[in-house]
RNA sequence: GCCGGAGUGGCGGAAUGGUAGACGCAUUCGACUCAAAAUCGAACGCAGUGAUGUGUGAGGGUUCAAGUCCCUCCUCCGGCACCA
């Protein structure tokens, strides 16, 4: 069980006055009052652009997962972190949109439903009804019109209409964005020399009219796959058995025995599989670019640019010498990130992958050779390979003419090359490089350094600028280095770590994907969406790396893909859907997303970073593209949380049993306490161990601050003492603030300090008004029913956010610490702004500093107005 | 290995280079009570009866003044990792 403590409520019979209010304070009275009376008149409601002329302010926590297990206290971090913002922004006037929905296509909820034997359709209906029922005991301000479930077909329409798109288009590299694939296909049928500038990652053709008409319609469609931002090809995947699927990158982890699943913990392999994919390679540059003009933590940002991995660099091509053939006839391109050590070059190193396609196109390895060949291909087939500690390598009896000096250099296989980056081949430079160091070392390879002296400032012209490093890298233009490199047979470029997103998964539980091919291959789009996932009862995995949807018969005939979306489609676009939910003719009417233009402030887990968050990014260009949006990013800003740890430090978990369920703490202690008690428990970016004692300190708060109302509300006073008003001004400054901050633990701490400091002072009914006003973002339920008892006419929801005054933020007296020589000795209550000499006197009279100073000599007295005095004195 | 972030009482945590430990929990004492709970009041970094000394992961430094800035190191968390 839970509950360490319960929590009894005040048995008091307090003044005699008590016969008029209600003096004990019972959440479970006044909280589901309120929260069906928002319900039903609609308080929360974001208004659709036509009907207001405020200014939009969308605020957004990542929708959930309805899982099995319910809401767990993570949840609302994020909800009550979102509704205490939207709550304070409506409140300042703008017209505020908080939604919420639910993710609910993906591997979590099959699994759930393959587990409890229900379909996932039922489990899912099962899961958000009791994900609602337990959201709205918390009496978040969300506008639940606005309601989204990826997996309607209302909604997964979109999902497919979005997927249509990226099929039809390809991404022009001179225009920097997307166009429909039709304009490719135009200027390839122009007349003349077709002038492509599409984006693709693999050999660029173009085609000349009379060629591309006479081509048959799968040789087109091969064509245009290559430049398709969704594209079916073929490529190494993560494969995995036990769930009978591919996974993307972020969907494993490391296990013991190598990589495994992030749901279950299976073995993971890499396989050759059909696959689609979407291309949002296309999209680096922008998609690191577009990180400069977004307010995201820095961390989140190094992450994303770290995943996208921009390297320039150039690619230089070697001419071979291979046994047996012309020697120049075979050549190796390439990849450095310094051309500037060109003639460092002792060798080449290559990958194992490449030698064995050199072996295909007629090279004779030896036997000695093949093995090694054939062994560290295997080792790289490993998830968990790791050369780092014992680099190998063989040498290919092949020897490269270096572009620079002509001479002739060796060319070995290296298992430290990798074949999925840059051309998988390096130049080896063991002077300049750790990597080609250890290995020359191992292998006795010459080592050349290029960094000159600097007598030999400039003696080379043309390729000799390349034989001193420095001068190459002195070159101020790119040009100048791209002239110079060109005489190399060299040219920059740029490479990147990400690679194109695997856009297919063979699960049951997704959007289908809104193609099918015809007898012949040729590939159609489904005209008429939605594409319905169809209705069955054996939607249990193949196994053989066709999805469920294989087993249905007339899906199958009817040529459909039987993969269906992977998880992170529906939530790609979700932020879109919020803006028009219930457009029945459009995801979102331009209108309406002219209006909202992008979420203002995002709430969620960095975990995201390189999966939804990169996703959803590039989804968004891509609409925008086409005008279907209006902002470059869809997410201005964006502020992560920390977990909420088990009591006992570890992350919670239903393997530990140490989950905190949200409902059992709403039922002993109240919403408004739970809420209270998660903006309080510390910084929202940290993760923060649970903990059942310190909650009950919040619930006290509430008490003291219903309490201390009740009695306003009784015998209430015209005005309030000076220092109460001043404290309650000084409040409203420090939430106002804080709020902006998300540092919602101070704001709830000076609330704490107020209502100590104000409890035994006059109080009127106003000032009282304006403190409940700043807390309502955070209790909303106890601050609404406080309010109204003390006869506000206004709703508290719609009264405007109060400033506080800049007067009563000014003190009469501070307290400034005197110190001798930086150590505290005394401190005097001086006049905000008093004259230096003033308090300099006052310092030196007062009674401990006196005893420092009587005597010795005074060097000199700092003082930092209204800070603090620091005298120093010798000896 | 590289790139971020962090390390402060028994615990969660506060501190624009300017009175370290706000606020809350726990603990101790007191009031109320037959009693307990609740509530209210007080104490509460460590050492010392006390004056006082000392103290923000460790060690140096800059400064009148350092939790905060700089250098070296340690530990923890996150990310990337033979990416050429």
């Known amino acids: ?76 971090r994020s909800y009550t972190a979102t509704d205490i913002v939207a709550r304070k922004k409506r409140m300042e006037g703008y017209n505020v949109l908080n939604p919420m929905g639910y993710d609910a296509f993906g591997l979590p909820a099959e699994q759930f439903a393959i587990q409890n034997k229900v379909h996932p359709k039922k489990a899912v209906a099962m899961n958000v ?90 040789q087109k469609q091969e064509a245009l796959m290559k430049y398709r931002l969704a594209y079916e090809g073929e490529a190494q995947v993560n494969w995995c058995e036990e769930l009978g699927t591919v996974l993307a990158n972020d969907e494993i982890v490391d296990g013991k025995d190598g990589p495994v699943s992030e749901r279950g913990g299976y073995p993971v392999t890499k ?61 190796v391109t390439v990849f450095t990130t310094r051309p500037d050590t060109l003639f460092g070059v002792t060798f080449l190193a290559i990958s194992a992958e490449l ?60 298992n430290y090359v990798l074949p999925g980056y840059g051309t998988g081949a390096v130049m080896g430079v063991p002077a300049h490089d750790e990597r080609d160091f250890e290995f020359a070392q191992k292998y006795s390879l010459p080592v050349v350094s290029v960094i000159s002296s600097e007598e030999e400032k400039f003696p080379f012209t043309g390729e000799g600028v390349l034989k001193n490093s420095n001068i190459f890298n002195g070159l101020k233009s790119q040009e100048a280095k791209q002239r110079i490199l060109e005489k190399v047979g060299g040219k920059l470029v740029t490479r990147y770590k990400m690679r194109d997103a695997i856009f297919a998964r063979q699960r049951y539980w997704g959007e289908p994907i809104p193609l099918y091919k015809d007898k012949n291959g040729v590939i159609h789009e489904v005209k008429k969406l939605p594409l319905v996932l169809p209705n069955t009862t054996s939607y249990e995995p193949t196994g053989t790396g066709e999805g469920p949807l294989a087993n249905i018969t007339s899906w199958k ?71 279907l949006v209006v902002t470059e990013e869809p997410f201005k800003q964006l502020v992560t949380h920390g977990l909420i740890l088990s009591s006992d430090g570890r992350k919670m978990s239903k393997r530990w049993g140490n989950v905190v369920n949200p409902d059992e703490v709403v039922a002993t202690y109240g919403a408004d306490t739970t809420r209270l008690y998660i903006a309080f428990m510390g910084p929202y970016g940290e993760s923060i161990p649970w903990s059942d004692e310190s909650i009950i300190g919040c619930r006290r708060f509430i008490e003291r601050l219903y309490k201390k109302t009740q009695s306003i509300v009784v015998d209430s006073v015209d005005k309030s003492d000076i220092s109460a008003e001043k404290a309650i ?49 955070f209790i909303p339920h106890v ?41 505290l000795r005394g401190t005097i209550n001086i006049k905000p702004n008093s004259p230096e000499n003033e308090v300099k006197e006052a310092a030196q009279k007062e009674e401990n500093i006196v005893k420092y100073i009587d005597g010795k000599e005074i060097i000199k007295v700092i003082y930092v107005p209204n800070r603090i005095i620091n005298i120093v004195i010798k000896g």
């Open 1 to 76: 069980m839970y509950m360490a403590r319960v929590f009894k409520p005040v048995q008091k019979k307090t003044a005699t006055k008590a016969v008029h209010t209600p003096a004990i304070y019972d959440p479970k009275k006044i909280e589901p009052i309120l929260q069906k009376k928002w319900e039903k008149e609609k308080i929360f409601k974001a208004l659709s652009s036509k009907k207001t002329k405020k200014k939009p302010y969308y605020v957004l926590s990542m929708f959930p997962y309805p899982s099995g297990a319910g809401l767990h206290v993570g949840h609302p």
């Open 129 to 218: 009804a009791t994900f609602e029922k337990q959201l709205k005991k918390l009496g978040f301000s969300f506008d639940w019109e606005r309601k989204i479930n990826t997996t309607d077909f209302e909604y997964y329409k979109w999902t497919q209409w979005i997927f249509l798109k990226l099929y039809n288009s390809y991404y022009d590299i001179n225009k920097k964005k997307a166009l429909p694939i039709e304009s490719l296909v135009k200027s390839f049928t122009k007349k003349g020399n077709a002038n492509v500038s599409a984006f693709t990652t693999e050999e660029v053709r173009s085609f000349d009219k009379k060629e591309w008409l006479s081509m048959s319609p799968l």
């Open 271 to 331: 396989k050759n599989i059909r696959q689609w994919f979407l291309r949002i390679t296309a999209y680096a540059d922008r998609l690191l670019s577009g990180l400069e003009q977004i307010e995201w933590p820095q961390y989140v940002k190094e992450i994303e640019r770290n995943w996208i991995g921009k390297s320039e660099g150039a690619e230089i091509l070697f001419k071979l010498n291979v046994p047996g053939q012309d020697d120049g006839k075979h050549s």
């Open 355 to 414: 030698a064995e396609t050199w072996i295909k196109v007629g090279w004779g390895a030896d036997k000695k050779v093949a093995a090694y060949i054939e062994q560290v291909v295997k080792d790289h087939q490993k998830n968990d390979f790791d050369a780092s500690q014992n680099k190998t390598g063989i040498f290919t009896n092949i020897y490269a003419i270096h572009p620079g000096t002509q001479e002739k250099i060796p060319v070995w296989i290296a």
């Open 557 to 627: 005939k009817a040529g459909y893909e039987t993969n269906t979306m992977p998880g992170w489609a529906g939530s790609s676009w979700y932020h879109l859907r919020y803006m028009d939910a219930n457009n029945k003719k459009f995801f979102a009417d331009l209108k309406e997303v002219k209006y909202w233009k992008q979420v203002d402030t995002y709430l969620g887990g960095a975990e995201h970073a390189t999966g939804h968050l990169l996703y959803s990014r590039f989804w968004h260009k891509v609409l925008k593209d086409y005008g």
């Open 729 to 777: 001004h000084k409040l409203i400054d420090k939430i106002t603030k804080d709020i902006n901050a998300f540092s919602f633990n101070t704001a709830v701490a000076k609330a704490m300090e107020t209502i100590n400091n104000i409890d035994s002072l006059q109080v009127s009914k106003k000032d009282i008004s304006l403190m409940l006003q700043v807390l309502n973002p």
């Open 783 to 823: 601050t609404e029913f406080l309010w109204n008892e003390l006869g506000n006419k206004e709703k508290i929801n719609t009264a405007i956010w109060p400033k506080a005054s800049k007067k009563l933020l000014i003190e009469d007296t501070i307290t400034i610490g005197v110190q001798i020589n930086g150590k």
